[in-house]
């Protein structure tokens, strides 16, 4: 059998190694127990004596939303426009413009969204609901009539949301400003559907004014022999006269944008009828010839205004 060698431990006093074999014993017990306590203090139950006394408060409650407010945060969701598929072109959300519509923009942080307006339109004011979490600023892009202006909205984190309105010397535009953690719009701008409309008519009106009244007309079959008479409204007319086929009564531009009067043909016995014409322009065209017609308009108080032809050689000429 193999002997230890203990020798080396002779020399050790008694006090060092039982200090030695005491520390030893004491880190591994520290070691084993600590966890152990550890342990207990978790699984440990609270005695009812130790427990926190129940709070004397009661949970806050929600306000309830009056019917006022019901009605407003259902106005604002129906006139909410949202991102369409179709409304993208390329990267940018194209909404149609209409006076009180809310349109709505996603952005998110370290991105940022362009607001366009249209080309020639001048910015008078931004104004946003949050001004501490958004960064919102202006630019421009091109010159003279394409200049263009920019607003550029950029969000300080996601999950915020607020508001902005743009005032212009145009228009008024609504926006509902929404961030997310990754999902931004790129840019948005609007088409104007009455501007186009409003085009369109003044194209209309251009044509209407280069149009002839009248064609094949030889300057000395026209007659202006006819005498206006009566109330003087707005809408008097300037003149009449015919080319021995129709007749045609001018009328001064405002015609255009108020409202026109109904034209009769009095008879000899001053019996009135109403009488077949359309307008062209600014002239009533009737495809026959009269002596005498009126226009009235009005109900309490009727403006009437008489045309009638001044006779002819004497007499009244013969009409059809």
């Given at each position: 059998m193999?002997r230890l060698?203990i020798a080396p431990?002779c020399g050790l006093?008694?006090v060092?190694l ?7 014993t004491?880190t591994r017990?520290?070691?084993?127990v600590?966890?152990?306590i550890?342990a207990?203090?978790?699984t440990?139950?609270v005695?009812?004596?130790k ?9 806050r ?8 407010e019901g009605?407003v945060a ?5 006139a909410?426009l949202?991102?369409t ?6 990267a940018?959300?194209v909404?149609p413009?209409?006076d009180?519509?809310?349109?709505q923009?996603y952005?998110a942080p370290e991105?940022?969204?362009d607001i366009a307006?249209?080309p020639g339109e001048?910015l008078?004011?931004?104004?946003a609901?949050?001004?501490v979490r958004w960064?919102i600023g ?9 200049k263009?202006?920019?607003i550029?909205?950029?969000?300080f984190?996601?999950?915020?949301s607020?508001?902005?309105v743009?005032?212009?010397?145009r228009r ?8 997310t953690s990754?999902?931004?719009m790129?840019a ?11 085009a369109?008519?003044?194209a209309?009106?251009?044509r ?7 064609t094949?007309?030889s300057?000395d079959?026209?007659?202006f ?5 009566g109330d ?7 003149r009449?006269?015919?080319?021995g ?17 109904p034209l ?13 014409y359309?307008l062209?322009g600014?002239?009533?065209v009737v ?10 308009l009005?109900?309490?108080h009727?403006d009437?205004v ?7 050689n004497g007499?009244r000429?013969k009409?059809?």
């Amino acid at each position: 059998m193999k002997r230890l060698n203990i020798a080396p431990l002779c020399g050790l006093s008694l006090v060092a190694l039982c200090g030695a074999a005491e520390t030893g014993t004491q880190t591994r017990a520290d070691k084993a127990v600590k966890p152990a306590i550890v342990a207990a203090a978790k699984t440990s139950p609270v005695t009812p004596s130790k427990a926190a006394p129940p709070s004397s408060r009661s949970p806050r409650r929600a306000r309830p939303v009056t019917a006022a407010e019901g009605r407003v945060a259902l106005a604002n969701r129906a006139a909410t426009l949202q991102p369409t598929v179709p409304g993208f072109v390329n990267a940018v959300q194209v909404y149609p413009f209409a006076d009180g519509t809310l349109y709505q923009v996603y952005a998110a942080p370290e991105r940022v969204t362009d607001i366009a307006l249209q080309p020639g339109e001048a910015l008078i004011s931004v104004a946003a609901g949050d001004t501490v979490r958004w960064v919102i600023g202006d630019t421009t892009s091109g010159s003279g009539s394409d200049k263009r202006t920019h607003i550029l909205v950029k969000p300080f984190s996601a999950g915020l949301s607020t508001n902005l309105v743009i005032t212009s010397d145009r228009r008024t535009y609504h926006l509902a400003l929404a961030s997310t953690s990754t999902t931004a719009m790129m840019a948005l701008s609007w088409t104007y559907p009455q501007d186009a409309l409003i085009a369109l008519r003044h194209a209309e009106e251009e044509r209407q004014k280069a149009v002839p009244v009248a064609t094949g007309i030889s300057p000395d079959q026209l007659h202006f022999d006819y005498a206006i008479t009566g109330d003087r409204p707005v809408w008097r007319p300037l003149r009449a006269f015919d080319d021995g086929r129709q007749t045609f009564v001018e009328f001064p531009a405002s015609l255009m944008v108020g409202e026109a009067p109904p034209l009769f043909l009095v008879d000899a016995k001053g019996q009135a009828q109403l009488v077949n014409y359309r307008l062209q322009g600014r002239f009533y065209v009737v495809d026959r010839l009269f002596d005498a017609a009126e226009l009235r308009l009005g109900l309490k108080h009727q403006d009437v205004v008489r045309i009638e032809r001044a006779p002819l050689n004497g007499r009244r000429g013969k009409r059809s």
